[in-house]
């Protein structure tokens, strides 16, 4: 610049030529600049520290920007306001909030004027951190000082709130805001619209929408997305898609986030058809499908067993130049092995290493328990060791897999190896493990020592599921041993969770094979009745039969009526069966009771 135009470059040339270096992420050149700066006797000032500093932030060496700082002072220069805003910043950045308040301190100390700007600096980070309750009281203690709270304090705070679920308290700050005499802005409903359809508050954030469009702000892809994605979980797709076309209307064209709301709706709703309509639909208005799509789209046909079809897009993938996953990969294999098509499943698992993506525990744990499933055991025992080879630890899911397959075929001893391999790997053997393995003891007829492991593990204190009790219920019961089969029901009622259908139906069943007292089997089906599980047909009838023939129809009668109240017999059916039973056509009346409640769909609960 000197040789050519005769000009010496200042102060001010070098800080215009730095900050551009600084804000274009040119770190490395910006030392070159300020060494010849330097070297050429230009004076720094205060705005060649803060660009210097704000560099140093940028490359996130804080410390050495707290020590330029106070090397001002040799150049006779002290921080001004952007000096110590540009600091907080950087430690906020860091997520160090503590580091930002002592810079603060420091400002205070040095008697340095504020403004707005540093207050929400400071604001943003309470709220960066979660900590909006403190950040709402720094506000109160600053407004005492004279801050104002401007439009951007607004935002932050109504920001800050929403993604903490305070999602009421954003919308008392939002009145605020507008008695104030602020217009909320795009970010500002984002956040609130945004904040609502986190906590499932859909209609609200409908509502908050209406009242963006009548002020004027025009909505983004991003607003319509969040209502767009809350209305497919909830199974609103049919709503989800109106709103995508009345944003299409308003010149909002649907992005990749939108339309992967509306296929996995589709998907999860049970529309596949549309969903791949929708697809093509998506392609052909140049919105190009990213991995998340096709992932969608590969999971529902490998659920549905279309795995032609899920490869055929996976192809597809490949020639639109999207990079296919360990997701995509591990969906496909997870999806060969359910339809126990594991030599393909293998293939897909091949194909990884060709198309040079890691394998992970997922994909492991999943072709290990396709192997195990298929009795491929020897396979799967070598799976895992080329699983620790390639550096993965095996976890609970691995162990289980191979011990679910030696318990299911009642080698025991090899079973309780597993258990024994994984405890001493610092594997913790959990619920599922010890339930398998208990399962396995009762099946190889080892009932006792299936107890004693029971009490064990009662005594470490962790909470079994009734998976864990059914199998020594059912061996109890198988050897009438009903009275301690019952005390191991009461007892999963008060210290594990409570029993489920297969429990009652394997109590229900022992109480009226056991050939105990007829009364308590008919003080059970009462009780489970309540509690909600239909007793199973057959073994009604048994019960039916013992009550008939001690001439306790009564009892019977009042007991079917029980039943078909819960199971909701219509007003015709309960009609029909009450019918013969009135007139003592007993066998009649179980028939048509019987056939009502297996022609039914239980609910959640019965079986």
Known sequence: MEKEFGVRPGTHTYNFLLNVLVDGNKLVLVETVHSKMLSDGVKPDVSTFNILIKALCKAHQIRPAILL??????????????????????????????????????????????????????????????????????????????????????????????????????????????????????????????????????????????????????????????????????????????????????????????????????????????????????????????????????????????????????????????????????TLIDGFCKIKKIEEAEEIFDQMEVQGVSRNLVTYNTLIDGLSKCKRVDEAAQLMDQMLMEGLKPDKFTYNSLLSYFCRTGDIKKAADIVQTMTTNGCEPDVVTYGTLIQGLCKAGRTEIASRLLRSIQMKGMVLTPRAYNPVLQALFKRKRIKEAMRLFREMEEKSESPDAVSYKIAFRGLCCGGGPIAEAVDFAVEMTERGYIPETSTFYMLAEGLCALDMEETLVSLVEKVMVKARFSDNEAAMVMGFLRIRKFEDGLASFGRVLNSQNPQKGYW
């Not at 986030?257 to 309509?277: P, V, Y």
């Open 69 to 330: 700082m106070e090397e001002m002072a040799n150049y006779g220069l002290a921080p001004d306001e952007k000096t110590f805003t540009t600091l907080m910043q950087g430690y906020i950045e860091e997520g160090n909030l503590g580091g930002a308040l002592r810079v603060r301190e420091q400002m205070v100390a040095s008697q340095c004027a504020w403004s707005n700007v540093t207050i929400n600096v400071l604001i943003n980070g309470f709220c960066k951190e979660g900590k909006v309750e403190e950040a709402l009281i720094f506000v109160q203690e600053m407004a005492n000082e004279g801050f104002c709270p401007d439009k951007f304090t607004f935002n932050t705070l109504i920001s800050g709130l929403c993604k903490v679920g305070h999602v009421n308290h954003a919308l008392e700050i939002l009145d605020l805001m507008l008695q104030e005499g602020f217009d909320p802005d795009l970010f500002t409903y984002n956040a609130v619209i945004s904040g609502l359809c986190k906590t499932g508050e859909v209609k609200e954030a409908m509502e908050v929408l209406s009242q963006m469009l009548s002020r004027g702000c025009t909505p983004n892809a991003v607003t319509y997305n969040a209502i767009i994605n809350t209305l497919c979980k909830d199974n609103q797709v049919q709503e989800a898609t109106e709103l995508a076309r009345f944003l299409t209307s308003k010149g909002v064209l649907p992005d990749v986030s939108t339309f992967n709301s509306l296929i996995q709706g589709l998907c999860l709703s049970s529309n596949f058809s549309i969903a791949m309509d929708l697809f093509f639909e998506m392609k052909t208005k140049g919105c190009k499908p990213d991995e998340f799509t096709y992932n969608i789209l590969i999971d529902c046909l490998c659920t549905k067993g279309k795995l032609d079809e899920a490869l055929r897009l996976l192809k597809d993938m490949e020639s639109s130049g999207c990079a296919r996953s360990v997701i995509t990969y591990n």
